[in-house]
C-alpha cells in the first residue's frame, strides 16, 4: 500500500482555518442551506417540469457552495494561505522537474521547526539551499522583499542548524533564495540578489535551477544526507 502523502504546513493551517471558519459562522451557513431548501421546494408544489426543477436544484446547490467558498476566502488569512499552497505546490512541481533533468539532486519540503516550516532544501552540485517561497498579488514593494528576503535568511541559518544537529552531524554552508510567485513577479525582472538572498521570480526558477548542475557535492554524498534530512523531517511534523 502506498504510503499516503503528509500535508504541507500550509495546508494544515488552512486546514484549521477552514474548521475556525465552520465553528463560528455555522449559524450563518445553516440559514443559507435552510434558505437554499425552501427556495428549491417552491417548484415542486407548483408543478414546475422535472428538467427544470433539477436544473434550478442544482444550480442553487452550486450558488451556495460558491457562496460559503467565498465568504471563506475573504474571512481571517485564508485567501493568503491557499495562495502561499500554490506557489509552493509550482514550486515543488519546478524542483521535481529539476531533479528529473539532472539539476539538483534531491528537495526535501516542509521541515517544521519552532512552529514554522522552511519550504524547501535543496541539494544540488552546487551545495545546500534554502527555499523560502511566497505568492504576492499586488507590486512587491521594498518593505515587503525585505520582510520576505529576511525570513529566506532565517530559514537558511535554520537549516544549518539542522544539518548540524545530531540528527544528520553535517556542516555544510547554505544558500538562501526567495522565490515569488503571482502577479506581482512580473515586476521583479531577472534573478538578483537581496543581501545574501537570491530572489527568484517564479517563472524563472527553471531556468535558474539549471545553473546549480556544477559544483562540489557529489551524487553519493547527495544520497546519504537526504536520507537523514528526510528522516529528520518526517519526526518533525507538527500537528
Same mark, same amino acid.
Given at each position: ?38 427556495? =428549491? ?15 434550478? /436544484? ?42 528529473? &533533468?539532472? /539539476? @539538483?539532486? /534531491? ?23 534554502? @527555499? ?35 540528527? @544528520?552531524?553535517?556542516? /555544510?554552508?547554505? &544558500? ?9 513577479? &512580473? ?6 540578489? @537581496? ?31 537526504? =536520507? ?12
Amino acid at each position: 500500500m502506498a504510503k499516503k502523502q503528509r500535508k504541507s504546513y500550509v495546508q494544515r493551517q488552512l486546514d484549521r482555518e477552514l474548521r475556525r471558519f465552520l465553528r463560528t459562522k455555522w449559524r450563518v451557513i445553516l440559514s443559507s442551506v435552510a434558505m437554499t431548501v425552501a427556495v =428549491c421546494v417552491v417548484p415542486l408544489s407548483i408543478g414546475t417540469p422535472p428538467y427544470v426543477t433539477g436544473l434550478l /436544484h442544482a444550480s442553487m446547490a452550486m450558488s451556495l457552495l460558491g457562496i460559503v467558498g467565498l465568504a471563506f476566502l475573504l474571512s481571517g488569512s485564508a485567501m493568503h494561505l491557499l495562495a502561499g499552497s500554490y506557489g509552493e505546490a509550482y514550486t515543488q512541481d519546478a524542483l521535481a522537474v529539476a531533479c528529473t &533533468r539532472g /539539476h @539538483i539532486w /534531491h528537495a526535501v519540503h516542509n521541515v517544521e521547526l519552532g512552529g514554522a516550516d522552511i519550504d524547501s532544501i535543496i541539494l544540488a552540485p552546487a551545495g545546500v539551499l534554502a @527555499i523560502e517561497t511566497k505568492w504576492r498579488f499586488g507590486s512587491p514593494d521594498d518593505r515587503w522583499l525585505d520582510q520576505a528576503a529576511a525570513q529566506a535568511d532565517r530559514n537558511a541559518r535554520k537549516t544549518r542548524s539542522v544539518l548540524r544537529s545530531k540528527d @544528520i552531524g553535517e556542516v /555544510h554552508e547554505v &544558500r538562501a533564495v526567495l522565490v515569488v510567485w503571482g502577479g506581482g513577479q &512580473r515586476e521583479l525582472g531577472a534573478v538578483r540578489d @537581496i543581501g545574501d538572498v537570491t530572489l527568484v521570480p517564479g517563472d524563472l526558477l527553471g531556468n535558474w535551477l539549471a545553473s546549480l548542475s556544477t559544483g562540489r557535492m557529489a551524487q553519493d554524498n547527495a544520497e546519504a544526507l537526504h =536520507c537523514r534530512l528526510a528522516s529528520f523531517a518526517n519526526s518533525r511534523v507538527l500537528v
